[in-house]
Nanobody, 120 residues
């Protein structure tokens, strides 16, 4: 059974940085394109960034130039480096595998997520 565990969230001031990690177990990460999603209170879950198994990345416009998605297939781990954080980045962040690249469709095998709070 595939499991995904997110970590690295926390409380950070506006303009600060965080690095999220997503560890996949039960399968080999290099088999999948993967993505980071987030869900803010009262809002729908949205795709933030996605990455192919070989490392090609794509981002939602609101995070372009601030967030960087990466992966280390040897460690079965995906990362999200978040810089210049804003209050509107506050959300629970989730990772998942993608069934489809475009349009992006996830397996919806959601873990617990990791809370990111941007506040002064």
């Amino acid at each position: 059974q595939v499991q995904l565990v997110e970590s690295g969230g926390g409380l950070v001031q506006p303009g600060g940085s965080l690095r999220l990690s997503c560890v996949l177990s039960g399968s080999s990460a290099d088999l999948y394109n993967m993505a980071w999603y987030r869900q803010a209170p009262g809002k729908r879950r949205e795709l933030v960034a996605k990455i192919t198994s070989s490392g090609l990345a794509d981002y939602v416009d609101s995070v372009k130039g601030r967030f960087t998605i990466s992966r280390d297939n040897n460690k079965n781990t995906m990362y999200l480096q978040m810089n210049s954080l804003r209050s509107e980045d506050t959300a629970v962040y989730y990772c998942d595998r993608l069934k489809s690249w475009q349009p992006p469709v996830s397996y919806a095998s959601w873990g617990q997520g990791t809370q990111v709070t941007v506040s002064s």
